[in-house]
């Protein structure tokens, strides 16, 4: 069971649901960014939002993943929406067709714009100043608004990560007993640094936001804790720092009952670092008090039925036990498959071309699936399969990195440049990074 807990959800294509053997009917969520003047209620809203998307069902016969172009919609949306968005996350398709939705359930909402507001503990000694030990964010943010998005992975990877969390807060909500069935609401993804957990966790906040809303209706919250913080220069203060902290944060939970808190602790083994390995150490007792503090804290918030953890490591052997007991899902992260490696530099080549540092005359680059079907060698998705190729082993982040250095490096100059000299540089600054030379 133990070694079960650290699963690679990259090989669980198959889908596994108890209607697998069936016609697939889907719920086909939409969501819509509502302007923050509008004085429209949102449930008018969502109405007309839904008679427009089952119009255009009726009319193209598809529904496609991603924004909707409403400038023919009523004067109503129009007027009232900054985006409207489909969202097929949950189906593993780009597109279904319009018979196979059995529900429209439009999301909407408005993006906060606030900053993180810092959460702050003074450190056991009334002469230092207090220490930030957590910052908190409402959601939806502006700042989270095309993470989800944005975030190339396999697609059953946001659709379990979503599974999971409608689950566990749904049985929570249904008041089922945990006595009974085993779920703490407690995540953990791991994998290689810059695979996007930290991105993935905060975007999965935002997401649970969004689509909610009806079980949430004051909006959520992100919690996100500064685990270095919480070890004191005091001795033996770090147990309680983090014991004071959770008593805020419950505090909070419990006087917003429809908010959804989702507490996200990012390099979980700062905090819940085994306590086998911290006896060999000289001065062990801090750092066990702390990761004995962690646990009985994560029991005492375990029965409030609005918040979910989610936490991040980018190593497993050395976190504790007892806290991965607590953990319903341990998700591997890994780098990211060809197709992944070929779409996110073909998202980062659309950016340039949008923002006309790659001369906007030039076409835009087909999806991997038809770059691999090409038999044209000049094609340009040719090219960006090549450089996908040649980045194996290259993380999200070092990926997203390449475009920026290509340029630095191998174009050397400020006037804009078509798409295949600049997929000439790219080929280049990843041939450098796989060297190590950059």
Known sequence: EENNKYADTNTQQKDTSVNSTKMKRFDLNVEAVIHPCCTTPFHHLQIQIEEFILALGKSTSTYHDGPVDISEAPASIT??????????????????????????????????????????????????????????????????????????????????????????????????????INWNRVLLLYGPPGTGKTTLCRALAQKLSIRMHNVFPSGGYLLEIKSHSLFSKWFS???????????????????????????????????????????????????????????????????????????????????????????????????????????????????????????????????????????????????????AQLAEGLSGRSLRKLPFQSHAFHVRSQDDISLSEFLSALKLGIGAKVRGEI
Request: aromatic fraction near 6%.
């Open 79 to 180: 007027s009232s929406c900054l985006k409207v968005a489909i969202s097929l996350d949950q189906t593993f398709a780009t597109s279904i067709a319009s018979w196979t939705v059995s529900n429209i359930k439009v999301h909407t909402y408005t993006l906060n714009d606030a900053p993180f507001e810092p959460e702050e503990l003074d450190d056991g000694n009334t002469n230092e100043d207090p220490i930030t030990v957590c910052e908190t964010l409402q959601l939806p943010h502006t700042t989270l608004h095309t993470a989800w998005d944005n975030l190339i992975m396999p697609p059953d990877v946001k659709s379990n990560l979503l599974s999971y969390a409608f689950t566990g807060l749904h049985f929570s909500k249904k008041n089922v007993s945990p006595h009974v």
């Open 237 to 387: 203060e770090s147990g309680k720092l983090i014991s004071r902290l959770f008593g805020r944060i419950r505090e909070m939970v419990e006087d917003e009952p429809d908010s959804l808190f989702c507490v996200l602790i990012d390099e979980i083994e700062s905090l819940a670092g085994s306590r086998i390995n911290k006896n060999a150490v000289a001065e062990p007792s801090d750092a066990i008090r702390a990761v004995n503090s962690l646990l009985t804290s994560l029991d005492s918030i375990r029965s409030l039925q609005n918040v979910i953890v989610l936490s991040t490591t980018n190593i497993t052997d050395c976190i504790d036990d007892a806290f991965v007991n607590r953990v319903d899902w341990c998700v591997k992260i890994g780098f990211p498959s060809i197709e992944a490696r070929y779409e996110i530099l073909r998202s980062c080549v659309d950016e340039l071309c949008r923002a006309g540092v790659i001369s906007e005359n030039d076409s835009r680059i087909e999806s991997y699936k038809k770059a691999v079907q090409s038999v044209n060698e000049s094609d340009s998705g040719r090219h960006l399969l090549d450089c």
